[in-house]
């Protein structure tokens, strides 16, 4: 059985940074691939930095370049997004996902985690 377990949001002015993790069991070869995505109140879920479980080829939604880093842990089976430089439109809650294509559509990807609430005060 897959689990995905987010961790790590929170409030933080604007300026802030925050790191989130998701701890990932149960995924085998078949899901080699980690995003994250994010939904705020009122708008459609989207897409925000990908990366394989092994680490390689990250992958960033134009919003966020230059201020979020997507990792991965292999043996911890954890992905983190470490996030600087936080903005009022960063405010959502935020999603962890493994999935079997390198893209970044929701559809991509096969299982999810419960999400974790990503606060900016401005």
């Known amino acids: 059985q897959v689990q995905l377990v987010e961790s790590g949001g929170g409030l933080v002015q604007a300026g802030g940074s925050l790191r989130l993790s998701c701890a990932a069991s149960?995924?085998?070869?078949?899901?080699?691939?980690m995003g994250w995505f994010r939904q705020a109140p009122g708008k459609e879920r989207e897409f925000v930095a990908r990366i394989t479980r092994s680490g390689e080829n990250p992958y960033y939604a134009d919003s966020v370049k230059g201020r979020f880093t997507i990792s991965a842990a292999n043996a911890k089976n954890t992905v983190y997004l470490q996030m600087n430089s936080l903005q009022s439109r960063d405010t959502a809650v935020y999603y962890c996902?493994?999935?079997?294509?390198?893209?970044?559509?929701?559809?991509?990807?096969?299982?999810w985690g419960q999400g974790t609430q990503v606060t900016v005060s401005s």
């Open positions: 149960g995924l085998t070869f078949s899901t080699p691939v």
């Open positions: 996902a493994a999935g079997r294509v390198f893209g970044a559509l929701g559809s991509n990807y096969n299982y």
